[in-house]
């Protein structure tokens, strides 16, 4: 038992010892010591900003190319005239259901023969708006509550919202604000053009009903043609939402629009490397100055280090002491 105390108070007396050194070093290393921390704090500093950098540009990014519309299609597997059963699609998250059908609508008197040929497209407004942020519509996106819910009848004495295409509405002489009518087959129902879409692609053409209403026209009800997501992350997360997709949907496939997908994710990609290649620089650079004023202080203290092995201090007990002081440089570097 004596043995064991003498030890404990020889330990004792070895870490008190090594503390004051410690802390007597520091103390007479002042500027040596500022230049270390400066450096950790610098490191830990600028490291941290560019990892929150990134994610937050990764989520803006994501953000923006999903301004560019779907990157995803889920379609029926099989003929062309092909549908979906429109209560499995809306379980997918995000998606937005949508119907086609040809047919024609209700032109000016002095429009030319024909012009009122388009497709009708029925759509979920709501989830449309959030599919595509990036259309331009003149007028207003019909409000929520004005068109019916989903396996509901239309009122036949109401005409519903819709939004036409820019194309369409200047061949049919069709402005926002009118009512017109709509054949799709032999089936005819009235629309009030909420608004007029502008994208620059072929929705330019096409007149956007809500779904319900084409339902209806096209004896389709509870049906719909397909379901575009925009899903963000690249090919690969588009594949992965593609197969859970297609796992809720009874004879679906998935077909990723790969020139979208792909350049989400090669931008995502520079963006992770350019942000990797930066922190992995900073930190060298921080290293490197640490380390050299580490060496600095450590050549200064020869004579020190000599007396504290002439006192009996082993190897691992002054490396234990080094150790210690850069332990708290970075803990009040990295607090800092």
Known sequence: MVSEAAAARVRSSRLKTSARFLFRSLGLRGPSFLLAFLAITV???VTATMLNLKSDLAAKMS?????????????PRGEANSTL????????????????????IETAPDALPGSGSATIVGCDFDAQRRLSPSWRVTG???????????????????????????????????????TVHVSVGAAGFAVRIAGIVSTGE???????????VLQQATGRTG?????????????EAVGRAGARAVALVKDAVSRPLRPIAA???AVLGKLDRMMLLLTSLILLLTGLCLVTTLMSMVVEREGEIGILRSMGARDGEILKMLGAEVGLMGLLGSFA
Not at 202 to 212: Q, R, S
Request: proline share 14%; glycine share 14%.
């Open 202 to 212: 072929g929705e330019d053409e096409d007149l956007f009903v809500p779904l319900p």
């Open 85 to 104: 059963e429109e209560s499995e699609v809306r379980l997918i998250a995000g998606a937005s259901p949508l119907l086609f059908a040809p047919g024609s």
């Open 140 to 178: 207003e996106w019909p409000p929520p509550g004005t068109e019916p819910p989903p396996g509901a009848e239309p009122l036949p004495d109401r005409a519903a919202p819709a939004l036409i295409g820019a194309a369409l509405a200047a061949r049919a002489g069709v402005g926002s604000g009118e």
């Open 63 to 75: 953000k923006e190319l999903r301004r560019y519309g779907p990157n995803l299609l889920i379609t």
């Open 223 to 235: 049906r719909v043609s397909l379901a575009a997501l925009a899903v963000d992350g690249g090919e």
């Open 263 to 265: 350049a989400q994710g």
């Open 43 to 45: 490191g830990a500093t």
